[in-house]
């Protein structure tokens, strides 16, 4: 009598043991890994091309909202560089919305400019919408 | 005999190997060289300029958050080339509209509507053939707050063994209640190149 006791208990103990493990597989299969968004990757605010690092140096870079008479703020950026030397630079500002897709400007074109040497010169843009939060500045050596 | 034919031949197969082939351009990536005229690049300089300094100005934000509406009023030419001002106000256009600040009526402009149809399609009002749900009811029409006009000039220069190509894009935006400009800008394109080039 015991042992049938003893048997019964092994085998109930044996099957919450399957049903816990049922359980803890479902929970498994319930939460996935999150997926990876835009916002997940970092992305660097300033980017420049080892061409450019050469004769330029970038030695501000400012960012702030501006209060506009709507209750928006729009996002605007400063930067500053330094020629080490003559040299023409292009560059280029894309804007990102909270969830980082990107927010479309007049055009996609690099803005070229000319620097002498030891000259600093400070460029601003402005955002194209108030949604804008984060962006991207990007520096290059015009080709021609 | 056969000769000149076959060295003609070869020479036009050698020179037709020797051209350009034609390409699409991605203007995001464009650094093809300089034209001495107005190319699509100066335009898309001056157009992003403007709207950048426009919508930093505050001038084109209403105080209550609705959008405004604009006009486009006149874009003077008065360079040596033939260029259609709409290249320029476009790109403006479609950058203010795209900000949710500004809207532009094309039902109202200096020589008639832009879009004509506006007027056209009340001139179905009582017309038995239309079901009249739909047609556009008396006093619907938005009329503008704001008018950007402007100018593009030209001026040539001698340097030196070079000529100096000066184009001014001069931009200004009224405020019909009043009748004042709010926002002006003038983006200079200055350009050097041989003097055999041509700028019209």
């Known amino acids: 009598m015991r042992v049938q006791a003893m048997k ?6 044996q099957k919450q043991i399957i049903a816990f493990s049922c359980a803890l597989a479902l929970v498994g299969c319930a939460i996935q890994p999150p997926a990876e968004t835009a916002a997940a990757i970092d992305r660097e605010q300033l980017q420049i091309d080892p061409e450019v690092n050469y004769f330029v140096a970038v030695t ?29 630079l292009a560059w280029k500002v894309t804007w990102f919305d909270p969830n980082g897709m990107v927010v479309k400007g007049v055009g996609e074109g690099y803005r070229k400019v000319s620097l002498l040497t030891g000259q600093t010169r400070y460029f601003t843009a402005t955002a194209p919408h108030a949604r804008v939060t984060d962006y991207q500045l990007h520096l290059r050596e015009p080709q021609q | 005999m056969f000769k000149l034919p076959i060295v003609f031949c070869v020479s036009m197969l050698m020179l037709a190997g020797c051209a350009t082939p034609t390409r699409y351009i991605d203007p995001a990536a464009d650094d093809g060289p300089v ?23 505050g001038a084109v934000s209403k105080p209550n958050g609705e959008r405004y509406i604009m006009v486009v009023s006149r874009v003077t030419n008065d360079t040596m080339q033939r260029i259609d001002t709409d290249q320029l106000t476009k790109k403006i256009r479609v950058a203010l509209l795209r900000s949710g600040k500004v809207v532009t009526t094309t039902a109202v402009g200096l020589d008639g509507a832009e879009d004509e149809m506006s007027a056209r399609a009340r001139e179905l009002r009582d017309s038995e053939e239309f079901d009249q749900s739909n047609v ?20 040539n220069h001698k340097a030196g063994k070079e000529q ?37």
């Open chain 2, 164 to 200: 100096q190509v000066e184009y001014y894009i001069q931009l200004s935006l009224t405020d019909l209640v009043t009748g004042l400009a709010t926002w002006e800008v003038e983006t200079p394109i200055i350009k050097r190149g041989p003097n055999e080039s041509v700028s019209w």
């Open chain 2, 35 to 57: 034209t001495m005229t107005m190319d699509y690049r100066d335009f898309e300089k001056a157009a992003t300029e403007a709207v950048d300094d426009m919508l930093a100005s």
């Open chain 2, 136 to 155: 556009q009811r008396k006093g619907t029409l938005k009329a503008p707050d704001l008018s950007l006009s402007g100018k593009i000039l030209q001026r």
């Open chain 1, 60 to 88: 501000e870079l400012l960012s702030q909202r501006i209060a506009q008479p709507g209750g928006e703020a729009l996002l605007q950026i400063q930067y500053a560089v330094e020629a080490r030397s003559n040299g023409d």
């Open chain 1, 8 to 13: 019964t208990q092994a085998m109930r103990f």
